[in-house]
């Protein structure tokens, strides 16, 4: 019976080997290899210290990733070539008398991605080297603006998730934010499952996980990225025993962590390492310890960190090399001490003294939160945020969005929040369509060259009035300057010596544009703005306008 057991292995891992060979993985796309190992193990995760598979590209390049366990005998390890033609790969296991896992050697073939979503067709996001912003692999830029759906993956029914996402496709969203355990803002899936138990030797749930796999999958099918939290760390409130980046052990959390990026790391993704948590202070070396012990180079994807509200960890952080993106979360709150934060905090101050990365606001003001934060906050907080720093993206949230609220439902471990609108309901509000105008205005711009410019402002209005700040933007040739202004304003700028502008408005409310004037004396442009509400100003250079920094009292007329 043992010799014919030891038969069947053999030719389970044959066939899985021939599989491998024939099947064609396809570039920039998620592709699968699957083992079967010949050790019966208890608790796998634990005693089965690394798992791990090296490819070499048809050009000679070698690339290292973790497989995973995924329940019985089953192993998988997930991976996303980026050459086309015959890749070849090993697996190591710390396990050297595995059979299955250890030793394992095959090849593929990757062929061209004719899918037409920018991911396939230009790569994963990057960050380029010495940039602010984010980009294709192909160097395509990569404006981000993302939806916060955190329950979306633990909660939706497939049709909810596919009506969810073509939404948020329709209306220019790219990056979907979303958590991939239990967590205190829902405590199972909706299979009644959870993702771990334990806490002193964690058990991995892979049924739980296989949910998670098929909304992740169906993100990247839209053409979105997915921005998966990998351990949500809250300290604070109900519900702290369920967040596993506060309350497992550090090499607990390493453990899940490690298992989570295995898992998804083939997938377009963005990680979040920690949710909603704090990372300085007594916490900073954890954290510093989870990061690179998680991403010590075995894994695909950026990684950003979701802090707590009001939380800067850009100079503690900033020579972390695993960190590419710089998050925030500015709260929910339009309050003078939260504008001012957003407005004239770290951010605006730090960015051109740390090294290049993206700055983003990951968690701005949800729309309908606690009924104080209106469409006008949303835009505020995400306008203001967005020119705080040289531009990069911004996230959305609705307070019915994240925990996927259906009629009759409650907000698990947070304030009662009665009359809240459904998840259904919440994506159509206005706040939610505005963002998606915002995205489709940066993106006529070569954005990725504009930079904080508040030095251009003689007065700023933000000064005498917190909630009037005026903020600027301008392309690094001056070609162009932005402005955002939160309420109608005459305004003065000190126009860039040898050039000349026309001005335009942009209506953020309504998607609409029209013509503008301004007043030059010597180098000062005065502008007012032409409406009571919230406008972006356009100054465009223009070539035929014949006008010298001397002239003085000259009108400039834009167009529509």
Known sequence: MKKIAQLLFILTVSWTLIQAQTQDAKMWQKYELTFTSSTVY?????????????????????????????????WRARFMPDEPGKWVYETRCSDAKNQGLNGQKGFFNCVSNERQEAI??????????????????????????????????????????????????DNSYNVIQLVTTQWRGCDKSSEGLVAFTGCGRISINPEFFRLIDQKIDRVNDYGLVAAPVVLWTLQSGSGRELSPGYYLPDDQAILLAKY?????????????????????????????????????????????????????????????????????????????????????????????????????????????????????????????????????????????????????EIILNHNPAPGTSLWNESIEFPGSIQMGYLAQFIR?????????????????????????????????????????????????????????????????????????????????????????????????EQSDVNLKPRDRRIVIRGKS
């Open 42 to 74: 208890e608790n796998p995760v634990q005693q089965v210290r690394s798992f791990e598979i090296t490819f070499y590209s048809p050009g000679g390049m070698e690339k290292t990733i973790n497989g995973f366990w995924d329940g019985g005998a089953t």
């Open 120 to 169: 396939y067709m230009h790569g994963p996001v990057t960050n380029p080297n010495g940039t602010y912003h984010l980009a294709h692999a192909d160097g395509t830029p990569f404006f981000w603006l993302a939806c916060t759906a955190w329950n979306g993956a633990l909660k939706s029914t497939d049709d909810e998730w596919d009506h969810y996402l073509k939404q948020r496709v």
């Open 260 to 408: 989570i990026v295995a898992r998804y790391g083939a997938n377009h993704v963005v990680w979040f390492l920690g949710g909603d948590g704090n990372y300085t202070g007594n916490y900073e070396q954890r954290w510093k310890t989870i990061g690179r012990a998680v991403f010590d180079g075995k894994h695909q994807g950026l990684v950003a960190q979701h802090p707590q509200g009001r939380s800067w960890i850009g100079e503690i952080y900033r020579d972390e090399p695993w960190l590419d993106i710089i998050g925030y979360q500015s709260s929910h709150s339009n309050a003078e001490g939260t504008v001012n934060w957003i407005t004239k905090g770290p951010m605006s101050k730090m960015w051109d003294k740390l090294p290049a990365r993206p700055l983003i606001n990951l968690e701005p003001n949800y729309e309908q939160i606690g009924f104080r934060i209106t469409e006008k906050d949303v835009r505020n907080a995400a306008w203001w945020s967005l020119f705080a720093t040289p531009i990069a993206g911004i996230s959305y949230g609705a307070n019915g969005i994240w925990p996927w609220l259906r009629e009759g």
């Open 444 to 540: 006529k711009f070569m954005w990725w060259n504009f930079y904080p410019a508040q030095e251009l402002l003689v007065d700023q209005p933000g000064d005498e009035k917190f909630n009037h700040f005026v903020s600027l933007v301008k392309s690094s040739d001056n070609r162009f300057i932005l402005a955002y202004i939160p309420v109608k304003h005459t305004i003065k700028l000190r126009k860039p010596y040898g050039h000349n502008y026309t001005v335009r408005w942009f209506d953020p409310v309504n998607n609409t544009y029209s013509a503008g004037t301004a007043t030059v004396d010597g180098t000062i442009m005065t502008i007012t703005s032409p409406s009571d509400g919230d406008m972006v100003m356009i100054l465009e």
